[in-house]
């Protein structure tokens, strides 16, 4: 069955430190490939979307993901974080032009002052 | 991107009662909206995809008549929790698809069943 698989359940970096958030997906056809993030308190938000074109994404708030086709990857990116970073940060994908989008577990980003 | 709502933000009944979750898009017209559920520390499951006008469409697993969902106008879907029990306490999540092509889907901020 087709999945996705974040590595990273819980990460705890300091401000300014780089981000990297591992996502793997397991499907062999088209996939258009999103983040996600859900700040305490708050709903879900679009944080970027790779649907064609060039691999690399660049989001909101200084996010990007680099989508491996390869390597079946869509890992996010941050050069510095900030302490406002702090949230659960989610992979998803939709495949081969379904609406239905799969879920990773979620990834809980901690950013200390 | 779409603005949703659902109401209410946090209920807690007895066993044995039928509660209502309403998801509403404030300002874009859904003709498909999605119910998902999210335990602690887990993913979301998703539970049904909503098509105004029609019957919903049930993920496996998911028993249609425990989980009513009635999407009666492209701004409006309700997900009913019949005869709710402990077991279905959880963090019950719709979101709005975007414009036709795009994939990309609109949350709500959730609402949180308890079941005493």
């Known amino acids: 069955a087709q999945s996705v698989s974040q590595h990273n359940h819980h990460v705890i970096l300091s401000e300014a430190a780089s981000l990297e958030l591992g996502c793997n997906y397991s499907?062999?056809?088209?996939?258009?490939l999103f983040w996600y993030v859900q700040y305490p308190g708050q709903h879900l938000q679009l944080l970027l979307k790779?649907?064609?074109?060039?691999?690399l994404v660049k989001g909101i708030k200084g996010f990007e993901a680099e989508f491996i086709k390869s390597k079946f990857s869509f890992n996010l990116r941050k050069p510095s974080v900030q302490w406002s970073d702090t949230a659960e940060y989610f992979c998803a994908v939709t495949m081969n032009r379904d609406d239905k989008i799969i879920f990773g577990k979620g990834t809980r980003l901690h950013i200390l002052p | 991107g779409a603005v949703v709502s659902q109401h209410p933000s946090w209920v807690i009944c007895k066993s044995g009662t039928s509660v209502k979750i309403e998801c509403r898009s404030l300002?874009?017209?859904?003709?498909?909206m999605f119910w998902y559920r999210q335990f602690p520390k887990q993913s979301l499951m998703l539970m049904a995809t909503?098509?105004?006008?029609?019957?919903?469409?049930?993920e496996q697993g998911v028993e249609k008549d425990k989980f009513l969902i009635n999407h009666a106008s492209l701004t409006l879907s309700t997900l009913t929790v019949t005869s709710a029990h402990p077991e279905d306490s959880s963090f019950y999540i719709c979101?709005?698809?975007?414009?036709?092509?795009?994939?990309?889907?609109?949350f709500g901020p959730g609402t949180r069943l308890t079941v005493l």
């Open positions: 909503s098509n105004e006008g029609s019957k919903a469409t049930y």
């Open positions: 790779y649907f064609s074109g060039d691999p």
């Open positions: 300002d874009f017209q859904a003709t498909t």
């Open positions: 979101s709005v698809l975007g414009l036709a092509g795009t994939d990309t889907q609109y």
């Open positions: 499907y062999g056809g088209t996939v258009n």
